[in-house]
């Protein structure tokens, strides 16, 4: 669209920068470009929600660009918008520059009436079809732009009884003018990007406020459609352990919000393989396709309408601390990245994470099984369970360890998350927002454990084995691993030690002179104030102290040229000064 200033269109030709188009719209750019199956779209830029944040309203121009984008898609797929004997239906989809999975809002089959409900049940012969994407359709725009998510919209009910119920709860009609429920779906995702939820994400990750979210308009394809249609996540690689094999879920006759919404629990990828084997075999190839071109795992979203597999969207995986690293050195010796990128691909936080206490040997032989599931992301958790987020951020400020339990998660669980030991939840799988943004967050996590399963665990202290999908009863017994034995973690202590100038040093070593204690100079426990003081220090070998690791005072310590730093474990010390020292080399 020549001379568009806050659209762009999605043909594969060029590709904007990220940050203008959100992560979203830039992967349905590259996969077209590549020539995989992508269902057509274009995007409202991160430049207009600035415009709309700014203002307070969509800004002059942008609603004529709409307009023009949705003529695009209309002659893309031969169908139309809000009337014709072949219905447009689109999905409005967020999309920051960098991924927020789950945390801002979606709407799928907008453009849905009464008249495309009908047009829509003739041309496909399946009324019953028609009708469930109607009532799709109003739940989500019922939740996201009317505000209204208390509102349930039964299966096999009355289109006119569903838009009272959510009227009575939003306080105001659902359009039937297409172009209204459009242009307010779009003004509901560039408000989500300020709801607490994502707020709280970008805190937590350290995520730019003044960033902006895209959105992707997109052209429908439908997964609830027949026998042979479906919707699932394939991840190229596990993110769970990081072996190599592709890994996902697969739910037939759904849609994707189905899949990550954790309300039904979905099945692994080899029933797809079973019931599609062709579509199956295309799915892989274009994983395979899809990681080799961008150089990272990648969690890919996909339907499948009567047999044709499209590609939703891709981004990279957020995988479990310890997949984080084995996928980084098995890529390192695959040839697919370099050293140094597999030391940029894993943090500090994570290191820390593998090293943290298991469960000892032997350990849960004789314990009590209070709950199973499915193990989403490994490691060991423990505290009482609490099954209110409010509650489990209140008591874990006041220095509770918790375990938050909740029948499924959604976006608004976050905080109950970050401040949690582990999640564990009754519905979803691992493909699920409490699988991914557990993974996200390094939580130990189980899924799936069925109704009443781990909810009627309050009040209760467990510990939960995220990686055997266990819950138990108590406090068991854990011990730590050794780091110099773990091949992976041995391979990334190499690369790092080998890209600094500065050694770290066990605190248990003798004759450390020369050495400055944070922990005993006043205001050294604080990391802005601790790298005034290493910057400013003079004479000393090698600097020690709870807040070592810190970006802060690892950069003051690379400036200072110190020989030393004294910590235990040392590998996620090494890690941060081998990136740090990559960035002021950069």
Known sequence: MTGARYTVMLAGDELPPRALIGGKGWSVGRMRALGLPVPPAFVVTTRACAAFMGEGQLPDGLIQEIRDGIAWLEEATGR???????????????????????????????????????????????????????????????????????????????????????????????????????????????????????????????????????????????????EHSGTGVVFSRNPLTGSPEPYGEFLARAQGEDVVSGRFTPQPLSAMATLMPTVHAELMAAASTLEAANREVQDIEFTVERGQLYLLQTRTAKRAPEAAAR??????????????????????????????????????????????????????????????????????????????????????DLHGMIAAQAVITEQGGSTSHAAVIGRALGRPSVVGCGAGAVTGLAGRVVTVDGESGCVYDGLLPVERRDAAADEVLAALHQWSASRTTLRVIDPAEPSLAGVLDLDSVEGGDSPERAAQLVAAATGQRGIKGSVVGSPDVIRAAIDGQFEFIVATPALPILIALAQATALRSA
């Not at 359009?175 to 459009?182: C, G, K, R, S, W």
């Open 80 to 226: 139309t918008f809000g009337w014709g004997a072949r219905p447009l239906l689109v999905s409005v989809r967020s999309g920051s520059a960098v991924s927020m999975p789950g945390m801002m809002d979606t709407v799928l089959n907008l453009g849905m009436t009464d008249a495309t409900e009908a047009a829509l049940a003739t041309e496909c012969g399946d009324p019953g079809f028609a009708r469930d994407t109607r009532r799709r359709f109003l739940a989500l725009y019922g939740e996201i732009v009317m505000k209204a998510p208390e509102v349930v919209l039964e299966a096999g009910g009355d289109p006119d009884q569903w838009r009272a119920a959510i009227a009575a709860a939003g306080g105001r009609p659902v359009p039937e003018d297409v172009e209204a429920q459009l242009l307010s779906a779009v003004v509901a995702v560039f408000e989500s990007w300020n709801s607490r939820r994502a707020r709280r994400y970008r805190q937590h990750h350290g995520i730019p406020d003044d960033l902006g979210t895209a959105v992707t308009i997109q052209a429908m394809v439908f997964g609830n459609l027949d």
């Open 327 to 412: 996928i980084a050195v098995d890529m390192v010796r695959s040839g697919l990245i370099s050293e140094a990128d597999a030391l940029s691909k894993v943090t500090p936080e994570q290191i820390r994470q593998i090293l943290n206490p298991r469960l000892a040997a032997g350990a849960a032989a004789a314990a009590q099984l209070l709950a199973r599931g499915e193990g989403a992301c490994p490691g060991v958790g423990q505290g009482v369970v609490v099954c209110d987020s409010d509650e489990a951020e209140r008591r874990s400020a006041a220095g509770e360890a918790i375990v938050l339990a909740r029948p499924m998660t959604s976006p608004g």
